[in-house]
């Protein structure tokens, strides 16, 4: 099956007004790519970065987290229904940093695309392993039990409307990443476990690498058969790298 590759940039805490209008603006010179290009900036920039894009169909945007709830005293949060206003059509879930500095639970994490459901988004759902995890040859025994927790609550026809973003801790920021065959190997293996409950929704879902991608290292991570893309950190951030990868997906 041909699945659309995705080439997505999560910018974090990262940019001002000033650096993201340069940035949005470098990008929309690339015109035209076979892939679906996402940026995810920060809350506060979603309208800028929106009425930047409002002209082209080169870019989707993603918001960076989403709470549960739909309304009330939850202060700081951010809820599906705000998101619609801003034409988001992504929104991370799950991301580690989420789950290793905010205390994030798979539960939470599973809730919070229920509401991104409930209000036709298209979660970006973030799993993977430590560097711990890995040695001690947890990788995917990690990766389905975070799966889990949306197919208990959810089903397993939700995955025919999330995008699976496998990104091992180990390589987040670090300037490590899998090799292609290591991080073809646990895409297969996610796929396989969404295929336990339907082959069908398995042979559709979208499974993105993210873990320090580079053009350098993009090209060869899209070659493998299971890999659909990526979701792309620092190098998201640097036109010229971002769009490299862009093309390198196709």
């Not at 960076?64 to 801003?86: C, H, I, P, R, Y």
């Not at 759902?125 to 890995?134: K, S």
Request: hydrophobic share 45%; charged share 20%.
């Amino acid at each position: 099956m041909i699945r659309q590759k995705i080439v997505a940039g999560n910018w974090k805490m990262n940019g001002s007004t000033e650096s993201i209008t340069a940035l949005v603006t470098d990008l929309l010179k690339a015109g035209h790519s076979n892939s679906e290009v996402v940026v995810s900036p920060s809350f506060p920039y979603l309208h800028l970065v929106s009425t930047l894009c409002a002209q082209s169909d080169l870019i989707k945007l993603a918001a960076q987290n989403v709470s549960d709830k739909e309304s009330g005293a939850f202060t700081g949060e951010v809820s599906a229904s705000m998101l619609e206003d801003f034409g988001v059509k992504y929104v991370l879930v799950g991301h580690s940093e989420r789950r290793s500095l905010y205390g994030e639970t798979d539960d939470l994490v599973a809730l919070k695309i229920q509401s991104l459901l409930n209000k036709d988004f298209t979660p970006m759902f973030c799993i993977g392993e430590t560097l711990e995890e890995r040695e001690a040859g947890q990788t995917l025994a990690v990766c389905e039990r975070q799966i889990q927790a949306v197919l208990s609550l959810l089903g397993v026809e939700a995955f025919n409307r999330i995008v699976i973003a496998y990104e091992p801790v180990w390589a987040i920021g670090t300037g490590l990443s899998a090799t292609s065959e290591q991080a073809q190997e646990v895409h297969c293996g996610i796929r396989a476990f969404i295929a336990k409950s339907s082959d069908l929704v398995a042979q559709r879902v979208q499974i993105l690498y993210g873990g320090s991608v580079k053009a350098s290292t993009s090209r060869a991570l899209f070659a493998m058969p299971d890999i659909d893309g990526a979701l792309v950190g620092g190098a998201s951030l640097d036109a010229k790298e971002f769009l490299e990868i862009v093309k390198a997906a196709g």
